[in-house]
């Protein structure tokens, strides 16, 4: 009896997380499956008993509002990621060749993950105001412009300035990953291959580089999920206008869901850009691992 006691034990002192991460979690993750297959609207609350299939899904097929916001996206995912990383080991290799300063400088350069994307989004809407933004108060007063540019209207200026936004935010991620890197390289290789006459550059791509992306692999990883779902900064610096040119996946689908009320086409929506942000997974875990095979590391 003793023993089937203690067999048990570690699943009661689990069984409220379980329970927590049942009702929080996987509960709220059926229901929504369940909407995305019906007409479900939050102002007509019948709909939500009428089965219709897949069809939400083939809609999405011929919208051409969803492919738009879709291809957004993956462009804001793509651009940000890339930017993220360079900037990112650019950081990471500065600050490692620091000797003085360098905990106040790691301090600080976790500064602006620290702050919530609202905070920031109002950031630099404010960065980027036509009228009385510090950018264009900055570029004007010293004459390389004669008027205001409208930064959050202009369709490629738009989502170049959400990027801008969200790279400032996030870089540190990649930073601080990379860093950690830097800091468990071996010391060997460096000196072995600066013997056999290697310039400052060889020893970067093929000995330092290969060393770190296993690191940048898992930022990426980490920043896909985030950037895939990306809303508030978009939200509150343009809302995803003007007539949609900033749109991505997230803001159409609050917009469909609450402003629209259609919340199973919305649901619909949003699986589609839970499958977009799992392939992204994958692709990036896929490439960790070869990563790690390519140092010799287990998988």
């Known amino acids: 009896m003793r023993w089937r006691a203690e067999k048990h034990t570690p699943f009661l002192l689990l069984s409220p997380a379980i329970l927590t991460i049942l009702f929080v979690v996987a509960i709220p993750l059926a229901f929504s499956l ?104 900055a570029l004007q007063a010293l004459g390389i412009t004669d008027g205001s540019i409208a930064w959050l209207v202009d369709k490629p200026l738009g989502m170049i300035s959400i990027i801008t936004a969200e790279v400032w935010m996030s870089t540190s991620v990649f930073a601080i990953l990379l860093l950690a890197g830097l800091f468990a390289m071996p010391r060997d290789p460096l000196e072995a291959a600066k013997v056999d006459g290697c310039n400052p550059w060889q020893v970067f791509r093929h000995i330092t580089l290969p060393f770190l992306m296993p690191f940048a692999f898992i930022a990426m990883t980490i920043r896909s999920l985030d950037v895939a779902r990306a809303y508030d900064i978009v939200d509150v610096m343009t809302g995803g206008g003007p007539a949609g040119r900033t749109e991505v996946l997230w803001t159409l689908i609050a917009r469909v869901g609450y402003d629209n009320s259609k919340m199973g086409e919305a649901n619909a929506m949003a699986y589609v850009s839970t499958l977009l942000s799992v392939a992204f997974t994958y692709y990036f875990f896929t490439k960790l691992v070869a990563a790690r095979r390519y140092m010799g590391g287990a998988e």
């Open 34 to 137: 369940y909407t995305s297959m019906t007409p479900y609207k939050l102002t007509k609350p019948d709909t939500i008993n009428t089965f219709v299939g897949l069809r939400n899904y083939v809609r999405l097929f011929s919208d051409d509002k969803f492919w738009w916001a879709f291809g957004r996206t993956i462009l804001f995912l793509a651009v940000a990621l890339n930017l993220e990383f360079i900037l990112g080991l650019g950081i990471a290799l500065l600050i490692n060749r620091i000797t003085w300063g360098q905990r106040t400088l790691r301090t600080m350069m976790m500064f602006p993950m620290m702050f919530s994307p609202i905070l920031v989004g109002f950031q630099f809407k404010y960065i980027f105001n036509d009228n009385i933004g510090i950018l264009n108060n």
